[in-house]
């Protein structure tokens, strides 16, 4: 595959965040290193070879030993990158949901709109996305965008562009499926801008491709962070409390 990428982009670096994965993490390296200059796989406790196959493909790794969660690899994985002068980072999954050709048009939302998050906005197909994850988006799409003050398309894609100054400024304490909306709310109630691209999405079937999202643990979780979020709004999140 020839090189993709657009000069412009090295302004950006991509974060995977990856739990037994070695079926398809190789894949989607060497793809998103097409488009972005660096790449950094967060292995969150895989017991397979995830961490040594992405390390081959070309990207930086960071591990885990014991696996936290997704919301935890990302913190994990932000504050890794924070530490270079990327602009932003571009967060996608492991799990080939994401095609990383669409990198480019989150890229181009941000420089267009000055967005600091832009979401990829999957289009839900309702008859080959899971019932479950179908019906706890819709609920969650209301709600969220509610949350944040603006509309959103879809609240819970985690292929998403974060300008370096949401990660900068917002704190952060959950460790799974509820952080990516912990940061849409706490973006929203610092009045962020947040704008969203219409993306393809592939749900498998195999159960050994499906996703980690757990249905009933991982909304319920969501909720919490949409309900804590209705504290929030009278400042108390910018204080030093564990919420």
Same mark, same amino acid.
């Given at each position: 595959?020839?090189?993709?990428?657009?000069?412009?982009?090295?302004?950006?670096?991509?974060?995977?965040?990856?739990?037994?994965?070695?079926?398809?993490?190789?894949?989607?390296?060497?793809?998103?290193?097409?488009?972005?200059?660096?790449?950094? $796989?967060?292995?969150?406790?895989?017991?397979?070879?995830?961490?040594?196959?992405?390390?081959?493909?070309?990207?930086? $790794?960071?591990?885990?030993?014991?696996?936290?969660?997704?919301?935890?690899?990302?913190?994990?994985?932000?504050?890794?990158?924070?530490?270079?002068?990327?602009?932003?980072?571009?967060?996608?999954?492991?799990?080939?949901?994401?095609?990383?050709?669409?990198?480019?048009?989150?890229?181009?939302?941000?420089?267009?709109?000055?967005?600091?998050?832009?979401?990829?906005?999957?289009?839900?197909?309702?008859?080959?996305?899971?019932?479950?994850?179908?019906?706890?988006?819709?609920?969650?799409?209301?709600?969220?965008?509610?949350?944040?003050?603006?509309?959103?398309?879809?609240?819970?894609?985690?292929?998403?562009?974060?300008?370096? /100054?949401?990660?900068?400024?917002?704190?952060?304490?959950?460790?799974?499926?509820?952080?990516?909306?912990?940061?849409?709310?706490?973006?929203?109630?610092? /009045?962020?801008?947040?704008?969203?691209?219409?993306?393809?999405?592939?749900?498998?079937?195999?159960?050994?491709?499906?996703?980690?999202?757990?249905?009933?643990?991982?909304?319920?979780?969501?909720?919490?962070?949409?309900?804590?979020?209705?504290?929030?709004?009278?400042?108390?999140?910018?204080?030093?409390?564990?919420?």
């Amino acid at each position: 595959m020839s090189d993709q990428r657009d000069p412009t982009f090295s302004r950006f670096c991509g974060l995977i965040p990856a739990y037994n994965l070695s079926r398809t993490i190789s894949e989607v390296v060497r793809q998103t290193l097409q488009y972005l200059p660096e790449v950094l $796989v967060v292995d969150d406790g895989s017991s397979d070879e995830t961490g040594s196959l992405a390390r081959k493909s070309g990207a930086h $790794v960071l591990r885990i030993t014991t696996n936290q969660g997704k919301g935890w690899a990302l913190r994990s994985g932000f504050k890794r990158l924070l530490q270079d002068p990327w602009e932003g980072i571009i967060t996608l999954d492991g799990d080939l949901q994401h095609d990383p050709v669409e990198i480019p048009k989150l890229i181009e939302m941000h420089d267009k709109t000055k967005a600091q998050i832009v979401i990829g906005s999957r289009v839900l197909k309702r008859e080959k996305m899971p019932w479950i994850r179908y019906w706890t988006n819709r609920v969650g799409v209301y709600c969220i965008s509610w949350g944040v003050g603006q509309p959103l398309t879809d609240s819970q894609s985690g292929f998403r562009l974060y300008g370096r /100054e949401v990660l900068e400024s917002i704190p952060l304490w959950t460790t799974r499926y509820d952080t990516e909306t912990e940061i849409l709310l706490k973006a929203g109630l610092r /009045e962020m801008k947040i704008k969203w691209v219409p993306i393809e999405t592939i749900y498998h079937e195999d159960e050994k491709d499906s996703s980690a999202f757990r249905p009933f643990p991982d909304t319920f979780l969501i909720c919490m962070v949409f309900l804590k979020s209705l504290f929030w709004r009278k400042g108390w999140y910018l204080r030093d409390f564990e919420i």
